[in-house]
């Protein structure tokens, strides 16, 4: 655990519009840590988390991801780079017509590029793994059912053990929990939380639930407009600088 | 409870109400006009008089005359014709249905890989569907000479066409969620469409494959006509012949094999939706 394992240096992003989204953010993931991004709409969270992704092309700054220059790839060697990434999104995002293990599995078809899983076939060697990494989210009896027949929080998990599928060092969750109820919420968290400290896996998760932040975070990053304003451990978070990250600007920045 | 509610509230005055008496505005009354103007030059166009069917009706009666009893002994005769006609259908649609695939895949915005190739494939889907069946026919025809293939060939244009297009629209109304988190796991491309995509859009292409059989099979009765085999060369032969007796056995063969294709391709489709 010498290096970090994402570790986002200077990294700024200019959309085309000309709205800056992120401003000289910094950040380090280590393996087996949970670090939760905090912060209201539009403050470049979820920008962040898809500059790490490789998904957009930050204008400045670096990304390392297990030592790969994410932000100097492109094509093929960026989606070999990014299979060490496993994504969570809002939506679970399966295929809701096919089986649970049959969407896990599809975790696994960066690993297995050939003609027969481009005709649409499953490896069926990875069975087996596809089963343990349901186990792992405590639906392993769910294998043959379809995917459509779930609840939100079931969808979501399988949604993370398709990301297991994938063997991936970190997870990067874009806010998880946004359709799920708050029962449900605690219960992926507290997966995402597991998965970071019992298998070693680095989770960088971006939420809007506070609560749900201190009670499972390793650390909080707060941001706003675009810059990181604390990374601290939970326990050291102010309620004052959680709330400062939701209060409007100033009110004579804003037209009459 | 309505009544109670009109004496609380007071009641609209006439002219104030929140729901204006209809008044023809003078622009539906413009549009009402050009319809029927519209419809009247249709009628002049197509030199419509009643009368000629009143006229014309002592050789309608005459021919329905004459084409009674159908002629059951030629039955036998028109039995390979007609599963002509069936598997004309049927070979068109399987072939157009393993060419449509890709050409949707690349006539889709949200899988096409490239704007080139978008725009190709849709120029390709357009003249397929634009140019009728029968044309279609009378150039294979004349490419391949009379019988069955020439018209299996114009119905696979011809539905290349249209179950392009459609497969095209099934697969740009599909949520993007699972293509983006395939995308996201190395999958080659190829793979994120027959993973994610394909299993989303199947029951829907299956359903519009089904209906495209029941067309396709319809249709290449009628691509008899220009000599593409099939019960409906039989049946220009026998008119040219004036064998109606031949033609009523025809028909009621032909409505057999239509019926019967639309109920087994409805209750198919039934069953996938």
């Keep these: 655990m010498s290096k970090p394992l994402i570790e986002v240096s200077g990294l700024a992003m200019r959309y085309p519009t000309g709205r800056m989204a992120l401003t000289d953010t910094s950040l380090t993931l280590n393996a087996g840590e949970l670090v939760v991004i905090l912060g209201a709409n539009g403050c470049g969270k979820s920008t962040l988390l898809r500059c790490v992704a490789g998904i957009l092309q930050p204008t400045a700054g670096q990304v390392h991801v297990a030592g790969e220059p994410m932000t100097a790839l492109a094509g093929r060697p960026l989606a070999e780079a990014r299979m060490a990434l496993g994504m969570v999104f809002q939506n679970a995002n399966l295929v809701k017509r096919r089986s649970v293990i049959a969407n896990v599995l599809t975790g696994t078809l960066g690993r297995h590029r050939n003609w027969k899983t481009a005709l649409g076939l499953l490896p069926k060697a990875e069975r087996p793994f596809a089963q343990r990494c349901l186990e792992e989210v405590g639906l392993g009896s769910f294998a043959e059912q379809r995917a459509g027949t779930l609840s939100g929080g079931q969808a979501q998990r399988v949604s993370v053990a398709r990301a297991l599928a994938q063997r991936p060092l970190a997870l990067l969750a874009d806010e998880p929990v946004a359709s799920l109820d708050p029962e449900a919420s605690e219960e992926l968290m507290g997966l995402l939380r597991r998965l970071a400290h019992e298998d070693g896996l680095g989770v960088l998760c971006v939420l809007h639930q506070p609560d749900l932040a201190r009670r499972h975070a390793d650390r909080i990053l707060g941001m706003k407009g675009g810059r990181v304003q604390f990374d601290q451990k939970p326990a050291d978070v102010q309620e004052v600088d959680v709330s400062s990250l939701y209060t409007k600007p100033a009110p004579e920045a804003l037209p009459a | ?273």
């Design chain 2, 1 to 273: 409870m309505n009544g109670f509610a009109l004496k609380t509230v007071p009641a609209p005055s006439e002219k104030g109400s929140a729901m204006p008496r209809r008044r023809l505005n003078p622009l539906t009354f413009l549009f009402i006009f050009l319809g029927i103007a519209l419809f009247l030059q249709s009628a002049i166009v197509v030199h419509a008089r009643p009368q000629d069917l009143i006229t014309g009706a002592a050789g309608i009666a005459d021919i329905l005359r004459r084409s009674f009893p159908p002629d059951f002994a030629g039955l036998p005769d028109a039995l390979w014709p007609a599963l002509e006609t069936i598997d004309m259908g049927l070979f068109g649609t399987a072939i157009a249905l393993v060419f449509a695939l890709p050409v949707a895949l690349l006539a889709a915005r949200n899988t096409t890989p490239a704007k080139p190739l978008y725009f190709l494939s849709r120029g390709l889907i357009a003249l397929a569907r634009v140019v009728p069946d029968l044309v279609w026919a009378l150039i294979f025809v004349t490419a391949v000479g009379l019988g069955p293939f020439p018209g299996a060939l114009a119905i696979v244009i011809h539905s290349l066409g249209m179950m392009g297009r459609l497969f095209a629209e099934t697969i740009e109304d599909i949520d993007m969620g699972p293509v983006e988190a395939l995308t996201m796991t190395g999958a080659g491309r190829l793979a994120v469409f027959s993973h994610a995509v394909v299993p989303t859009v199947m029951p829907s292409l299956l359903g519009i494959t089904l209906y495209r059989l029941d067309e396709n099979i319809r249709s290449s009765l009628i691509l008899g006509f220009v000599g593409a085999g099939g019960i409906g060369f039989q049946l220009l032969t026998a008119m040219n012949l004036f064998q109606y007796r031949t033609v009523s056995m025809l028909l009621i063969l032909t409505f057999i094999i239509v019926v019967g294709v639309e109920r087994i391709s409805a209750a198919l489709r039934q069953r996938i939706a």
